[in-house]
């Protein structure tokens, strides 16, 4: 008995977000459209995940424009998003009349499929999204975050799966974000899953350890109906299986997908142009690496990880975060790791190995987290870490939502008359400092995107601007010719930066002093730290909040200000007690590490 499985490629979402850092912009993807459209794919997923974040904060889009123009340039096929439960798109749970109205614009703009997952697999928070889909006469797919842990079974997979189809799921899918599923032990999930809920089976694995493609084979042969995959100029790696390679593999079987595999080759190779548009975001982590079966880093957070690393001067010591990440995450309860608790957890790695003490800062992430502020753990926490991070704050056991107040009449409020519409408003609610920001630039028509760097030709250095660099250039001095790689840009600290180069392979780091800067001390103006009651931070980051005023007195430990770095925010402490005698710094500016930034006299 024939079975045609189903495909959905990734390649206008999950694939540039797990290989460029989510950077493709609509105007690449439009010119495609036609021929998308024409596959018979059962759906493109072209939305949520990191998508809405990257078009407000780096690619000055209007996310909902994107969406309204994708479901124009595609009137035959199902688009889906990826919504994050009660987190829909952002790293906190928002109330439900949020929840509700957020989905309810989706569907309107076009989203057909909702693939719904909550990062703690905690059921009560994928209730009110699920409901809201199906109200609005969508598809509900229902989301196992796969992972593995002591705590996490086959049977506690069944289970949630069970749960979800009597919620009203219309489908389940296996959400392997890490590409942590093995052959086998795919086989036996999917085995189970179809023999204990009747919703149809979707597999969803990125191939960072080299093994996605043999998984979806068993899934495939143990009754899963449907599978994720990526047109290949943009698969493998920290992406997903090749779409034209799954396509040849089940062609002429009782599994042909019933694709067109020369149509799929050509969307290849306009795709293989496109990717060398975006050559600045590529990272050296997007590859095969089955470390990945160890850390658990998922290929959506890789190169986005490895590019904030870039941004903070820390990208050498990517390794230690990776070592440190499993650590964390058993401290945590083993939450699986995708977003925002992949988030959590490896902004607190990079705290505890840049610090070299580990929770000596503590993110306010973390503490909500630990708070039970996003949901039930999945295993036991650490105490310790929790009386350090939270005292003898009550923890909370209820659906977290249940304890927020609606909020939509008062984002409107906040935002006025920059908002044009409810879609204006959602997008303030997602991201309330970058949203507003986006708003304010688009109504001063001074919206200014990253610059694409051109890929630079022999003997020629690529112009740099926004925020990459030239990743690969030549020079010729005298007749001889150089290869030169930027690994890595430092932190400008006291008007010196330092660049981590290799020259023709080998490994160099150059310090430049600009005179201009140099004389004055640095760019900020601000003198480093010396005494106790001199407030700096260890990372590079922006204030968020200032918490006190000259004049006030202070507590030894108590909060003076709020950072925000990899967007993640984290609380700055008072070291001694005493009186504010000096602020050096406002909401909104840049911070360096070692910079005095408040000063207190005991």
Known sequence: MSKQIHVTDTILRDAHQSLLATRMRTEDMLPICDKLDKVGYWSLECWGGATFDACVRFLKEDPWERLRQLRAALPNTRLQMLLRGQNLLGYRHYSDDVV???VAKAAVNGIDVFRIFDAMNDVRNLRVAIEAVKA?????????????????????????????????????????????????????????LKAEQSLPVFIHSHDTAGLAAMCQMKAIENGADHIDTAISSFAWGTSHPGTESMVAALK?????????????????????????????????????????????????????????LKEQGALNRMSEVLAEI?????????????????????TQAFFNVLAGERYKTITNEVKLYLQGGYGKAPGTVNEQLRRQAIGSEEVIDVRPADLLKPEMAKLRADIGALAKSEEDVLTFAMFPDIGRKFLEERAAGTLTPEVLLPIPEAGKVASAGGEG??????????????????????????????????????????????????????????????????VSTTMPGNIVD??????????????????????????VQAAIAGKVTAIHVAKGDRVNPGEILIEIEG
């Open 252 to 308: 002429g079987s009782e599994f042909d997908t019933g694709l067109n595999l020369e149509l799929l080759q050509e969307i290849g190779l306009y795709f293989y142009a496109v990717r060398k548009k975006y050559h600045q975001f590529e990272s050296e982590f997007t590859a095969v690496d089955t470390r990945v079966q160890v850390n658990q880093v998922p290929g959506g957070m890789i190169s986005n990880l490895a590019n904030q």
């Open 469 to 534: 660099v030239p990743t690969e250039f030549v020079i010729d001095v005298h007749g001889e010719t150089y290869r030169v790689d930027i690994t890595g840009v430092g932190v400008k600290a006291e008007g010196k930066r330092h660049f981590y180069l290799s020259i023709d392979g080998m490994p160099e780091e150059v310090v430049f002093e600009p005179l201009n800067e140099f004389v004055g001390g640095g760019s900020s103006k601000r003198k480093q730290a010396s005494a106790p009651g001199h």
């Open 326 to 346: 499993p650590r964390v995450r058993e401290d945590l309860g083993f939450p699986p790791l995708v977003t925002p608790t992949s988030q959590i957890v490896g």
């Open 136 to 192: 609005a006469g969508k598809h509900a797919q229902g989301t196992i975050a796969y992972t593995t842990s002591p705590v996490h079974t086959i049977d506690a997979f069944v289970a949630q799966a069970k749960q979800m189809e009597a919620m009203g799921c219309d489908s389940v899918a296996i959400k392997d974000m890490a590409g942590l599923l093995t052959p086998y032990a795919t086989g036996e999930l999917v085995k189970a």
């Open 100 to 102: 509700k109205a957020f």
């Open 546 to 571: 200032v918490l006190v005023k000259e004049g006030d007195t202070v507590k030894a430990g108590q909060a003076v200000l709020i950072t925000e770095a990899m967007k993640m925010e984290t609380e």
